[in-house]
């Protein structure tokens, strides 16, 4: 009987970063992803903000919805803690293993991104730590800005080849 062995492979594993004069491209590590519900009410930021230690990033997804993401997998049991903290003010789905992050950053990157989404992401309307839903051509992504000229894109696991190619597109007139 021959023995068969599991092999993860990351969804972006063949993609190499891309650096050009005016974007960066990189895969973001697939650590942990949780897709928080909960009943809208004034202390859930607080909630969440406590149940994200210094391992955890919370994003805004829409009203009584957020994303905790963080570079490292979680463990069933720390899982489990998170999960517990959040109860009984809302409920998690670890959602690790269906979405991808990229992390786009560079002088040009709303430029780039402004190509393929419909969303004003100024820095004047789209602050640090502002999240929104939008779609980049016709794949759906959820984007964070996490520094002034940086940009987290999470997208569904089966789309991020895509994505990623579609941004090299994008991005190709800024390259050196």
């Keep these: 009987m021959s023995e068969y062995r599991l092999i993860h492979r990351t969804a972006l594993s063949d993609k190499q970063p891309v650096d050009a004069a005016g974007i960066s491209l990189t895969a973001l590590p697939e650590g942990h992803v949780i897709h928080v519900l909960a009943e809208q009410s004034a202390d859930m930021s607080a909630t969440l903000e406590g149940a994200a230690a210094q391992t955890h990033s919370v994003r805004y997804v829409a009203p009584g919805q957020w994303f905790i ?3 490292e997998p979680l463990a069933d049991d720390a899982m489990a803690a998170l999960l517990t903290r959040l109860t009984p003010h809302a409920a ?16 040009m990157v709303e430029c780039v991104l402004a190509k393929g989404s419909g969303a004003d992401l100024a820095l ?11 779609l980049i051509g ?3 992504a959820h984007l964070t800005r996490v520094e002034d000229n940086a940009f987290e894109i999470m997208v569904l696991r089966g789309f991020a080849e895509s994505l990623w190619d579609d941004l090299m597109r994008m991005s190709a007139e800024f390259a050196e």
């Design 69 to 71: 993401v963080g570079d």
């Design 92 to 107: 998690g789905v670890d959602q690790s293993h269906g979405r991808v992050r990229i992390l786009a950053r560079g002088p």
């Design 124 to 134: 004047s309307a789209f602050a640090v730590g502002r999240s929104t839903t939008t």
């Design 138 to 140: 016709h794949i759906a």
